[in-house]
């Protein structure tokens, strides 16, 4: 079975703090994506990624940057945190190509005060 | 563009009584669409894809999608609600040349003995 793990399942962090949110899988997917989950409006994309060291903005890059050096490995960074990224992120891979689904990981709570 | 509407944000139904949740799409090319579903503090799980193979897609748990080319519709569907059917349920589609995912904004299931 595909795993997409990610580091941390909950996280308090005070505003203006540099946040890493790290999230690995073991399938050897090309593509790995960065989401915010906030209620009533579903999954946004922060980032994504299609190979080690590429990477496109998603919908709400605002805030946010990513780092892949490594194929298993995608992070998510809050450079200066802020109440409002006050979330839950959830972290996927998916194989690139024609029909392929999106493997989750469980998500993290992060809490800015 | 992409883009994915979820008809309803809450449906109730009774146990033992059929389930309707509704999605829209809009997708200049053929898309991939796909039906998750997320119950309370667990992580995202695929019910089901339509890859253009059969416009009547058959999933896990006794749920079903049809794809609906002229109405753009990619309805989800089981014949008789089970108490732990009670979830969130996301619509989701893809394009493979952008390999990126559309989240519509979920669907809460609540299931009534």
């Known amino acids: 079975d595909v795993k997409v793990t990610q580091s941390s399942r909950y996280l308090v962090k005070r505003t203006g703090e540099k946040v890493f949110l790290e999230c690995v899988q073991d399938?050897?997917?090309?593509?790995m994506f960065w989401y915010r989950q906030d209620p009533g409006l579903g999954l946004r994309l922060i980032y994504f990624?299609?190979?080690?060291?590429?990477?496109e903005k998603g919908d709400i890059p605002e805030g946010y940057s990513v780092s892949r050096e490594k194929k298993e490995r995608f992070s998510l960074i809050l450079e200066s945190a802020s109440t409002n990224q006050t979330s839950m992120y959830l972290c996927?891979?998916?194989?690139?190509?024609?029909?392929?689904?999106?493997?989750f990981g469980q998500g993290t709570r992060l809490t800015v005060v | 563009a992409q883009s994915v509407t979820q008809l309803d944000s809450h449906v109730s139904v009774s146990e033992g009584t059929p389930v309707l949740l509704r999605c829209n799409y809009s997708?200049?090319?053929?898309?991939?669409l796909f039906w998750y579903v997320q119950h309370p503090n667990k992580g995202l799980q695929l019910l089901l894809k339509?890859?253009?193979?059969?416009?009547l897609v058959k999933g896990i748990n006794g749920f079903e999608a049809e794809f609906k080319k002229s109405e753009t519709s990619f309805h989800l569907t089981k014949p008789s609600a089970h108490m732990s059917d009670a979830a969130e349920y996301f619509c989701?589609?893809?394009?493979?040349?952008?390999?990126?995912?559309?989240f519509g904004s979920g669907t809460k299931l609540n299931v009534k003995p």
């Open positions: 996927a891979s998916s194989l690139a190509g024609l029909n392929t689904e999106a493997f």
């Open positions: 989701v589609v893809s394009q493979y040349n952008f390999n990126k995912f559309y």
């Open positions: 990624s299609y190979d080690v060291k590429m990477k």
């Open positions: 339509y890859t253009s193979a059969a416009t």
């Open positions: 997708s200049s090319y053929s898309p991939s």
């Open positions: 399938m050897d997917h090309e593509n």
